[in-house]
Structure formats: structure tokens, C-alpha cells
Nanobody
């Protein structure tokens, strides 16, 4: 079973930066949109940023201007560069992909296990 694997989380001071990466653990036939979501303790999961296969992007208002999403289609990898981090960015960050695992398998959403980002002094 193919999974999305995130990396790059950790502890950082306010104002610092982190870069998250996400790639599938195996071969995927095709990926449409990819994105990052986050869930803070006691809150619902929320969209952070998405990127379509043509490179068009969408950001949550709270991260616009600080976070940048990008992708490498050859590697089926999506990145999230996070700058000027704030304590309120603390959450588990999840990778998402709208993908078709095999030509005969219906397209659906795939999720990673999540990576913890903690912004604290």
C-alpha cells in the first residue's frame, strides 16, 4: 500500500523557518493537486496551502506571505517552506494528494501520517 511520507518537522523559535517535504512511499500513476493541512490541539484540521498540477497555488489567509508551497512533478514531491513562524503555527502538518494509484484505480485523496511543527521559545 502506497503512503505519503512527510519529513522536516521539528521545534523552532518564533521567527524561524522550517521546510516540510512529502513524497509517496511507492509508485503512483498520476497526481493531480497536492497540499498541506494542519491540526492544532483541540481544533479541526484546516487547509494551509494547495498546489495544482499546473503549479497554481492557494493559501490560507493566516499563512499567505510567510509560507510557500511548491512541487517537483518528476519526484511526485510537495514542499512547504515556512518562514516567520509564529507560536500559532504549532500543529501537526499533514500532506495530501489527489491521486490515481494505478490506471484502473479510481482517483481519491491520500494522506500522510503527519509531522509535528512546534514554534516556541
Amino acid at each position: 500500500q502506497v503512503q505519503l511520507v512527510e519529513s522536516g518537522g521539528g521545534l523552532v523559535q518564533p521567527g524561524g523557518s522550517l521546510r516540510l517535504s512529502c513524497a509517496p512511499s511507492g509508485t503512483i500513476f498520476s497526481i493531480n493537486a497536492m497540499g498541506w493541512y494542519r491540526q492544532a490541539p483541540g481544533k479541526q484540521r484546516e487547509l494551509v496551502a494547495t498546489i495544482a498540477s499546473d503549479g497554481s497555488t492557494n493559501y490560507a489567509v493566516s499563512v499567505k506571505g510567510r509560507f510557500t508551497i511548491s512541487r517537483d512533478n518528476a519526484k511526485n514531491t510537495v514542499y512547504l517552506q515556512m518562514n516567520s513562524l509564529k507560536p500559532e503555527d504549532t500543529a501537526v502538518y499533514y500532506c495530501n494528494a489527489d491521486a490515481k494509484l494505478r490506471p484502473w484505480v479510481p482517483r481519491r485523496d491520500y494522506w500522510g501520517q503527519g509531522t509535528q511543527v512546534t514554534v516556541s521559545s
